[in-house]
């Protein structure tokens, strides 16, 4: 059981880290699309022909609002926004294309939104095949897409298995009536399993459910069902999520309940605890932050190989130099750089119409950004992190200075060049990976866009 003082000290808003430097300190002064393009064509010529690239798709549409939702989407019924939006997609991947020296080879592809299953599975092919025809494909290719359980049919299913698609995530997040109603999100248990089973009886070799804690209306009671609900299921994979409540930035649609309806920190922390005690008892693995799975998914395996990756879609079994994202409010990351798209259609159109890419912000890392983001990225994903003594020891004192007061807490072991995250420092490895977070220290503080770390 967690100690409730180091929750209290340690229960600050700080980032997920699925970047460094994290979006609020990018130094957009430094940053202009022209930079963008330059460091991405260096980094392709380096990367392409010995590992491919990760293509993210932004598919934003939804036919109806969840209010926990802190995702890019526009809520429509209308369907005829689908080939519109896939049409510009297509230009603005011949956008890059008409930059890239050679034939990009595609190994990673993630669809994401908004509901990707918005699209019907016919335009969906329309699109990937055409994304397709201008690019070859990586012999160990790894294709997967977000279904909603609610709209995800077996002809989506069928239709992404036979381009290349073996692993798909369902949004369960709690399967209690009262939060479901709370959160707007109505999802039966039989949705989920039916579209669970049809995934597998396809062939899909990774399927992963999503759930979330710290829900309005959640309580120890409601986690527990919604575990062994999702025990029955068996999925490969488990993301269990911190839900995380910055109304301030994502306004109205996470207005849907009263502040007094979140469970408090301390619970929130328990509801974890218990949900990842009975995971690992049902046989799962905690990776990394949040993430659990089975011993057969490549999520585990990789993390057994250090191979595993953080990027902005989460945890990735593999990962690639460039990762370009296509889509409204994307974001692309070439290793030196990253660059985000637009955030509304509007503009989307705008700028890709006018042949421009559609990049309104990113940033240039520099070499202690480099170092930096090797740590915190070793830290989520490996719990541990190793340096050459004299370099972090002369050069960062600031940083040590800081690990030394987790190690006195008890939750890392400080060496000469490494630092290990003990179990006891698991629950605090956001407030571990800040101690590194240099752009942090040195600039003016944005809790505001932070969600809370315990
Ligand atoms: S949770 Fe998914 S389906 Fe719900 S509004 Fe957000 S993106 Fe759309």
Known sequence: MLNNTLIQKYNVPGPRYTSYPTVPYWDEKNFSTEKWIDTLQKSFKESNSKEGISLYLHLPFCESLCTFCACNKRITKQHNVELVYIETLLKEWQLYLNVLSEKPIIRELHLGGGTPSFFSPKNLIYLLENIFSKAEIHPNKEFSFEGHPNNTTREHLQALYNLGFKRVSFGVQDYDIRVQKAIHRIQPFENVKKVTEIAREIGYESISHDLVFGLPFQDLNKVIHTIKKTEFLQPDRIAFYSYAHVPWIKGVGQRGFKEEDLPSG?????????????????????????????????????????????????????????????????????????????????????????????????????????????????????????????????????????????????????????????????????????????????????????????
């Open 266 to 454: 301390e619970i929130k922390r328990e509801l974890y605890e218990k949900g990842k005690e009975l995971l690992e008892k049902m046989g799962y693995f905690e990776i990394g932050m949040d993430h659990f799975s089975l011993k057969s998914d490549s999520l585990y395996q990789s993390m057994l190989n250090k191979k595993i990756h953080r990027n902005f879609m989460g945890y990735t079994s593999s990962s690639t130099q460039v990762m370009i994202g296509l889509g409204v409010s994307s974001i692309s990351d070439n290793w030196y750089a990253f660059a985000q798209n637009v955030k509304t259609i509007e503009e989307y159109y705008q700028k890709v119409n006018d042949h421009e890419l559609p990049v309104f912000r990113g940033h240039i890392l520099n070499a202690e950004d480099l170092f930096i983001r090797r740590h915190i990225l070793n830290l989520m994903c490996l719990l541990e992190t190793r340096w050459e003594n004299e370099i972090i020891f002369t050069n960062y004192p600031e940083i040590i200075e800081r690990l030394k007061e987790f190690e006195a807490d008890g939750l890392i072991e400080l060496n000469e060049n490494s630092l290990i995250i003990k179990e006891e420092g698991r629950s605090f490895i956001r407030n571990i990976c800040m101690a590194f977070d240099l752009r942090m220290m040195k600039n003016a503080p944005q809790t505001k866009l932070f969600s809370m770390t315990v």
